[in-house]
C-alpha cells in the first residue's frame, strides 16, 4: 500500500457506480436513448445510472445533458433529493458536475440552461403542485453550490438569475407559502440581493399577507432606490387602513365572522370590532414602517404621533416605529422628539417613548432642551432627561452636568440612587476618582447624594469602611416637589426586635448621613464583588 493515493469519496463513489453500470450492461450495451434516461428517475438503482453518463466522455453531450436534467428534477426519495444532492452511495448531480474539467462542465450546463428557464416558466395546472419548483431548486443549487462555483460562464449565470428573478415575481405568495421546495423564496432572493429584491416594494398593498417578511427582505437586501420605494408603498398602505374607506371595505368580511361564529353585536359592539381591528392592521403597518424606515415613512409617523385626533395607542405605535428611523442630523426630528418629552398634556406613555427617540439623538442636538428640563415641577421629567444625559455623556461633560444638578431645590430618591450608578459607564474617568471628586461636602447636596448613590449599584463588601465617612454628613436632603406621587424619602433596612427576630423597617431619610447609613450600607455589606450589579435606570 505504501506510495499509493488515496482516493476522496466522490472519486470513490463515480467507481462503484461505473462498475455497478457496467456489470449490468448498460454502458457497454447498446446505445441509450432519452426514454431510458428519463426511465431511470423511476429506478431505484437511477441515480447512479444518470450520474454514469453524466460524467463518461463516451456519451453525446445532448445525452449528457438529458441525464443532468433527469437528476435535478427527479421526485425527492425519502424527504430527499437525491437527484439534485445524491444519496448514500451515489453522488448527485452537483457533485458529479464539480468532478467534470471545467470546459466539459460548461458545456454540459450551457445546455441545461435554455431547458432550465423554461421549466420555471410553466404555468400551475388548477389545483395541482407548482410544476417549476424542480426547476427552480436546481438552478438554485447550481448558482450557490460551493459559492458558485460550478457556473463559469457570466452568460448562463445572467441567464438563470434572471430567470430566478421573473420566478419569484410570479405568483409570490403561493410560493412563498410553499413548503415543498429544497429552497425556499427567502433563500432565492438572498442570493440574488439587490437585484432580487428589486421588485419587492411592487408587491406590498393593504392586502397583501407578507407585508413583514417583504419589508425585512427590502430592508436586508435592497438598495437605496428600493428601499425608497417601499417607504413609499407602505406610507400608501398606512394612509389607507387608517382611513374610512379601508374601514368599510371591511364591514361585510367582520359580520361574516360575527355570524359564523354564532356572535350577536349591537351597532356600537360592531364598530367598536372595526375599531379594534383597523387598530391593529395600522399597528401591523408601522411595525414593517420600522423596518424599511427613510424619509417618507420618517415623516409620515412623526405626523402621526403629533396627531392629537388619534388614539393614544395608534400614537404611541407611531412612536415606537420611529426607533432609528430619525435623522440624527436633522434639527426638526430632534425638535420634534424634545417637544413631546416636554409636552406637560402628553400622555405618559408617549413621553416616555419620545424619551426613548430622544436618547437616539446626538447630545449636541438635545443637552440644552434636557438642561431645561431639569426645572420641571415633575420629578420624574428631570429624572428621565437627566439619565439621559448622563447615558450620553462622556467625563468631560460631568462638570457642566454636575452644576446643572447642583441647581436643584427639590428631589425625590429615586433621583440620586439612578443617577450615581450611571457615572459606571460614563467615558473617560474611573467611575471611583469621579465618585470621590464629587461625593465632597464643597459639592451641593444633590451632587453629592448623586455621586454617593454609584455605591447603591456597584459597591460591595470591601467599599463599607470609606462610606463610614459621609454617615457624618448632616447636610438635608432636598425635600419632595408638593403633592409629589412616589418621591418619600425612606429606605427599608433589617433590624432585629425585642425577640432578636429580624425585622423590616422603614427609616426616614433627612440628612446626606442618614441616605448613606439608611440606603447605601445596607446595599453593599452583604454584597461582594462578584454580585454587584446595577439598579435598573429609566
Excluded at 433621583?415 to 450615581?420: F, H, Q, T, V
Aim: aromatic share 6%; proline share 5%; charged share 25%.
Amino acid at each position: 500500500m505504501t506510495g499509493r493515493r488515496g482516493i476522496n469519496k466522490t472519486t470513490r463513489n463515480l467507481a462503484l457506480v461505473f462498475s455497478a453500470v457496467i456489470l449490468t450492461g448498460t454502458v457497454s450495451g447498446c446505445r441509450v436513448s432519452n426514454d431510458e434516461i428519463h426511465g431511470w428517475a423511476q429506478k431505484k438503482s437511477g441515480p447512479k445510472k444518470l450520474t454514469a453518463v453524466l460524467t463518461h466522455d463516451k456519451y453525446p453531450l445532448d445525452l449528457r445533458v438529458e441525464a443532468a436534467l433527469t437528476l435535478a428534477t427527479m421526485k425527492p426519495r425519502g424527504g430527499r433529493a437525491v437527484g439534485l444532492l445524491g444519496e448514500d452511495g451515489a453522488v448527485g448531480l452537483l457533485d458529479s458536475l464539480a468532478s467534470l474539467t471545467s470546459a466539459r462542465r460548461e458545456q454540459v450546463i450551457a445546455g441545461m440552461v435554455p431547458r432550465l428557464v423554461e421549466g420555471m416558466q410553466k404555468e400551475r395546472p388548477e389545483g395541482a403542485a407548482d410544476p417549476t419548483i424542480p426547476y427552480k431548486d436546481a438552478t438554485f443549487a447550481l448558482l450557490s453550490h460551493d459559492g458558485g462555483s460550478l457556473i463559469t460562464s457570466p452568460e448562463a449565470k445572467a441567464e438563470l438569475e434572471k430567470a430566478l428573478i421573473a420566478w419569484c415575481q410570479t405568483d409570490f405568495e403561493q410560493r412563498f407559502d410553499d413548503t415543498s421546495q429544497l429552497y425556499g423564496v427567502e433563500q432565492v432572493l438572498r442570493l440574488l440581493r439587490a437585484e432580487g429584491a428589486r421588485h419587492l416594494p411592487n408587491l406590498l398593498s393593504a392586502d397583501f399577507k407578507h407585508v413583514a417578511a417583504v419589508s425585512n427582505l427590502v430592508h436586508e437586501l435592497g438598495d437605496d432606490a428600493t428601499q425608497l420605494e417601499a417607504s413609499k408603498r407602505l406610507v400608501a398602505i398606512a394612509t389607507f387602513v387608517d382611513s374610512p374607506e379601508w374601514t368599510k371595505q371591511k364591514e361585510e368580511g367582520v359580520r361574516a365572522a360575527n355570524k359564523a361564529s354564532g356572535l350577536t353585536v349591537t351597532d356600537k359592539q360592531f364598530e367598536k370590532q372595526l375599531e379594534a381591528y383597523q387598530e391593529e392592521e395600522i399597528v401591523r403597518v408601522f411595525g414593517a414602517m420600522k423596518t424599511v424606515g427613510r424619509a417618507p415613512i420618517t415623516e409620515y409617523l412623526i405626523a402621526y404621533a403629533k396627531n392629537e385626533e388619534k388614539g393614544e395607542s395608534r400614537r404611541a405605535a407611531a412612536l415606537a416605529a420611529l426607533e432609528g428611523n430619525l435623522d440624527r442630523k436633522n434639527p426638526d426630528h430632534a425638535t420634534f422628539a424634545l417637544d413631546f418629552l416636554s409636552n406637560e398634556k402628553a400622555p405618559n406613555t408617549l413621553r416616555d417613548l419620545a424619551a426613548r427617540r430622544v436618547g437616539e439623538l446626538p447630545r449636541e442636538q438635545v443637552s440644552t432642551r434636557l438642561y431645561a428640563l431639569f426645572s420641571n415641577a415633575r420629578w420624574q421629567v428631570r429624572w428621565t432627561a437627566a439619565s439621559l444625559l448622563l447615558k450620553m455623556s462622556e467625563a468631560k461633560h460631568l462638570p457642566e452636568f454636575m452644576g446643572e444638578l447642583g441647581k436643584v431645590k427639590q428631589m425625590a430618591l429615586s433621583e440620586p440612587l439612578s443617577y450615581g450608578p450611571l457615572l459606571h459607564d460614563v467615558k473617560g474617568e474611573d467611575p471611583t476618582a469621579v465618585v470621590a471628586r464629587y461625593a465632597g461636602s464643597s459639592n451641593p447636596v444633590p451632587v453629592r447624594l448623586s455621586a454617593l448613590g454609584y455605591y447603591y449599584a456597584y459597591g460591595d463588601s470591601r467599599d463599607a469602611a470609606s462610606l463610614e465617612q459621609y454617615t457624618k454628613d448632616t447636610a438635608k436632603v432636598p425635600a419632595c416637589p408638593p403633592k409629589a406621587e412616589a418621591c418619600e424619602w425612606q429606605c427599608v433596612i433589617t433590624e432585629k426586635d425585642k425577640e432578636d427576630k429580624d425585622v423590616r423597617v422603614a427609616k426616614n431619610v433627612q440628612t446626606v448621613g442618614d441616605y448613606v447609613r439608611y440606603c447605601i450600607l445596607p446595599s453593599l455589606t452583604s454584597r461582594t464583588p462578584e454580585s454587584a450589579q446595577p439598579e435598573a435606570t429609566p
